[in-house]
């Protein structure tokens, strides 16, 4: 009697679906630009109807694109995610030592982000190692209009940009201090980009966030420092952090 197959059954947390997904992203290569549903089927083993979902799926997030009847190939998603990590992975090695650096001087908390559509995304932290440090993991997404880096980030976006991104996005579900509508909104933005930097209170902790610029001058990510209240909210210890967050080398 073979008693290891139910145990390899159990330990099994594969999801078909999306496995198939994948395999169906990796036939796509040099020599093979383009395929036919039927031809996907045949490969995977299955029937067309079993894939016509996952198939639609991929074409509706972009990952392929229809190029005749029943005919696909690699959509611009599957380029814009490659090049989006190997951008960020290169700022996080240029940055992760400025960050370090500025957290020793500071003794507070440092993270990096960049923007996925109304998303901050932490790819980077520097951690101080004290009692009461703010420490929030990389890969965590914050909307852009709670946080201070996020706000950061939208000021990069011209007025026509940002009014379209959040045009049928809903602000008012976010607690205080989240600006409600898009007009608070744009006047925080436009507050921040005057000023250079963005301050934002959140539950026991402020942050005090600056813009990361490429060699043409555009905000690309964003840093903060970020610690407890009391510490943040000294008027003198706000406009030394706040000079030492934008001197940071960009």
């Known amino acids: 009697m073979n008693t290891s197959e139910p145990a390899e059954r159990e330990n099994d947390y594969r999801v078909p679906a999306l496995q198939r997904g994948l395999c169906i992203l990796q036939m796509f290569g040099a020599s093979q630009r383009t395929l036919a549903m039927a031809e996907i089927a045949e490969r995977l083993g299955l029937s067309v ?16 694109r229809n190029v005749a009847k029943n005919t696909y190939e690699l959509g611009p998603q599957v380029v814009s995610d490659g ?8 700022l996080v090695d240029i940055a992760l030592p400025h960050l370090n650096g500025l957290r020793d001087r500071t003794s507070l908390s440092c993270h990096l982000t960049i923007r996925e559509h109304t998303d901050s995304l932490y790819i980077y932290r520097a951690f101080a190692a004290q009692r009461l440090s703010v420490n929030i993991p990389i890969g965590t997404r914050i909307p852009c209009h709670c946080s201070a880096m996020g706000r950061v980030l939208l000021t990069a976006l011209p007025e026509e940009a940002l009014e379209n991104l959040y045009r049928h996005a809903r602000l008012d579900d976010y607690p205080p201090p989240a600006p409600k509508t898009l007009p608070e909104l744009q006047q925080l933005i436009h507050e921040g980009r005057e000023r250079g930097w963005v301050r934002h209170r959140s539950d026991y902790s402020t942050a005090i966030a600056c813009g990361i610029r490429n060699h043409l001058g555009e905000v690309v990510a964003a840093i903060n420092l970020s610690g407890p209240e009391a510490v943040m909210d000294d008027p003198q210890a706000k406009n030394a952090f706040a000079s030492r967050c934008d001197s940071a080398p960009t």
């Open 49 to 64: 109807s079993a894939i016509y979902r996952i198939v639609h799926t991929l074409i509706e997030m972009g990952y392929l």
């Open 83 to 90: 090049f989006s990590y190997l951008a960020s992975r290169d």
